[in-house]
């Protein structure tokens, strides 16, 4: 087992694995830092693993040498660096996707099947992308492809739909704030500072706490409070703010816009329900001469009210 979260996913994983109904192609999807390379490892290891199970068994040849990490049947495709600048490169190139599908046409020498696992698979160029369909189209019999995706939705859609997906969802708040209090020694207040932080990703939170991030996280939600309430002018504020790494700032400034918008937008629905009970207590009154049952009204009024959210 990973994380709690994945354990969804693993079972599924494992059910098909069980049942004989795996695909040759796995797409391994959700947001950043929620542990799909992780999950992604496991399953390959479990697919060369000699005993076939999930999880796998940690004891056979194969288990073992991947462990070492040299296994003749497994391929991890990601960043390389360049041939002449030696710097690393920011996409998966052809070149890389030529030479796995040639290696996963010879004959395996360990495990039942060979296993690429490429991540992250929205960094393959087009050529690099052409070049795979090929194989995901008609994949060699004993070959298996897991991809790895923070943005699923960037890849081509014929690559898409040549897999089956697996989906990682984060943990909802309550389970991932009980996750990195079980697994730190941070308290429930700093690490729901983190989970903000870190907009729900509790691998994220328990870097952002380990590393101090969190604390520029907490200067900057505290400047957006004070410019709020007029207790510090902008020019103040960026003053406080000139040591956030800007990249790190902006993408906070924007999470703080989303979460004030969902407020007032959940405000806005609070209005608009206290307008249509105000015009239903106006017309309620004006039907007390009629026979209608008056019992029913107000009940159905009472319901409405105790809907509205404090
Ligand atoms: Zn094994």
Known sequence: MTYPWLEQVESEFAERLNSNRLPHALLISGPAETGKLNLAIEI????LCLQNTHPACGTCRSCQLLASGAHPDRHFITFEEHPRTGDPRREIVVEQIRRLIASLYLTNTISARKVALIHPMEAMNTHAANALLKTLEE??????????????????ATIRSRCQNLHVRPPDRENALMWLCDNSDFDQHEAGDALEAAAGSPLAALRIMEDGTVIQYRL????????????????????ALADVEPLQLWSWLSLR?????????????????????????????????????????LQDWLIQWSRIKA
Not at 143 to 156: E, F, G, K, T, Y
Not at 220 to 239: C, K, P, Q
């Open 44 to 47: 390959m290891t479990s697919l």
């Open 139 to 156: 994949p060699p019999g004993d070959a298996n492809l897991i991809l790895v995706s923070d943005d699923p939705l960037r890849l081509p």
């Open 220 to 239: 900057v939600s505290e400047t957006l409070d004070h410019l709020m309430s007029g207790r510090v002018a902008a020019g103040a504020a960026m003053a």
């Open 257 to 297: 816009a989303a979460a004030e918008l969902k407020t007032v937008l959940a405000e806005g629905n609070k209005a608009k329900s206290l307008s249509l009970l105000q015009a239903a207590a106006d017309r309620s009154r004006k039907l007390l001469p009629t026979p209608v049952r008056k019992d029913l009204l």
